[in-house]
């Protein structure tokens, strides 16, 4: 994945993006570990099965990872970046979100991001936890 450097008018903003996504993404691991259906290392980042890394390079990996999801937000407000890019980073892309947001249409933003709270066909609570600070960031 090969990611720009981030606009000085947005570092600010893309530090708290960084470390908003690392509050949610508590757990840091410096050895690959079988997630799902791949392997990943670090705070959730895809690796290769015997990988292993420092702190250091997890920093790294976190931010590269987190400027990727960034970019796809530009042109929103500065906490409704932060939000999706938390939201892209746990789910994935989501179009459909990332469209009613360019909209302005917050309503069905939240609507969307509260669909994704579910871990083995039950509520997460940690899921559900991590979507209400997403909203809540969007509507600061």
Same mark, same amino acid.
């Given at each position: 994945m090969?990611?720009?450097p981030?606009?000085?008018e947005d #570092? !600010?903003a893309f530090?708290?993006?960084v470390?908003?996504?690392?509050? =949610?993404?508590w757990t +840091?691991?410096? %050895?690959?570990? @079988? *997630?799902? =259906?791949?392997? #990943?290392? $670090?705070?959730w980042?895809?690796s290769?099965? @015997?990988e292993?890394t %420092?702190?250091k *390079? $997890? !920093?790294?990996?976190? #931010? !590269?990872?987190?400027?990727? *999801? @960034?970019?796809? %937000?530009?042109g929103?407000?500065n906490?409704?970046?932060i939000?999706?890019t938390?939201?892209?980073y =746990? /789910? &994935?892309f989501?179009s459909? /979100?990332l469209k009613?947001?360019?909209?302005n *249409?917050i309503? #069905? /933003?939240k609507y969307l +991001? =509260?669909?994704?709270?579910?871990? &083995? @066909?039950? /509520? $997460?609570?940690g899921l559900k936890t991590?979507?209400a600070?997403?909203?809540? +960031?969007?509507?600061k």
């Amino acid at each position: 994945m090969k990611v720009g450097p981030v606009k000085d008018e947005d #570092s !600010e903003a893309f530090k708290k993006a960084v470390e908003f996504v690392k509050k =949610n993404e508590w757990t +840091m691991h410096l %050895t690959a570990y @079988w *997630d799902i =259906n791949h392997y #990943s290392i $670090c705070h959730w980042v895809r690796s290769h099965k @015997w990988e292993i890394t %420092t702190a250091k *390079d $997890c !920093e790294k990996r976190l #931010s !590269e990872r987190v400027k990727y *999801d @960034w970019d796809r %937000t530009e042109g929103l407000k500065n906490n409704l970046r932060i939000a999706l890019t938390s939201f892209f980073y =746990n /789910v &994935w892309f989501k179009s459909d /979100v990332l469209k009613y947001a360019k909209r302005n *249409d917050i309503a #069905s /933003v939240k609507y969307l +991001m =509260n669909k994704y709270i579910y871990c &083995w @066909w039950k /509520v $997460c609570r940690g899921l559900k936890t991590r979507r209400a600070g997403e909203i809540a +960031m969007i509507i600061k």
